[in-house]
């Protein structure tokens, strides 16, 4: 058996990273033009250090590998803090996004992540290792990401008026 890292990608160098990146998605897009068809990528990276920051990227170049690495530069410019409490987050919460709609609750320790593929990935990213999380709406990932990402930011504003009071 292989080492299947799921999309990661890992660090050749072999010095420690800093965030875990995992490719969510690629597009191909084709955009008609007069001199013929123009073709690029458009990529939806998450961008994790699993101990409460993360951060979604899309962008789009001409190859994927550009389109990878532009939409990880992305994800790090707008990493977001998660509250955690122990294992999961401390509120269960209702996001909607465009036309995605996730459910996030928490879960008790040693159950896991039981949620859907692109809701998955951001949870794992963020560091929380038991959550219960059920996506409503579409199947889009891309609306789907920013909706859980949505989520997380709206437990982290519910912790901070908490604090406050």
Request: positive net charge; glycine residues 10%; hydrophobic residues 40%.
């Amino acid at each position: 058996m292989g080492n299947f890292n799921r999309g990661r990608r890992s660090n050749y160098e072999g010095a420690p990273k800093e965030f875990e990146e995992t490719v969510v998605q690629i597009n191909r897009i084709s955009k008609k033009t007069k001199g013929g068809n123009q073709i690029r990528f458009s990529a939806l990276v998450v961008v994790g250090d699993r101990k409460g920051k993360v951060g979604v990227g899309l962008a789009k170049a001409t190859d994927v590998r550009n389109a990878i690495r532009k939409a990880i530069e992305a994800a790090k410019r707008k990493l977001i803090l998660v509250p955690l409490v122990g294992t999961t987050v401390p509120y269960s919460v209702s996001e909607k996004f465009s036309a995605a709609k996730v459910l996030l609750k928490p879960a008790p320790p040693g159950s896991g992540i039981i949620a859907g593929g692109p809701m998955r990935v951001v949870l794992e990213a963020a560091g929380i290792r038991d959550a219960v999380g059920k996506i409503l709406g579409t199947k889009n990932k891309i609306s789907n990401v920013y909706a859980t990402l949505k989520a997380l930011e709206t437990i982290s504003g519910i912790v901070d008026i908490k604090r406050k009071v």
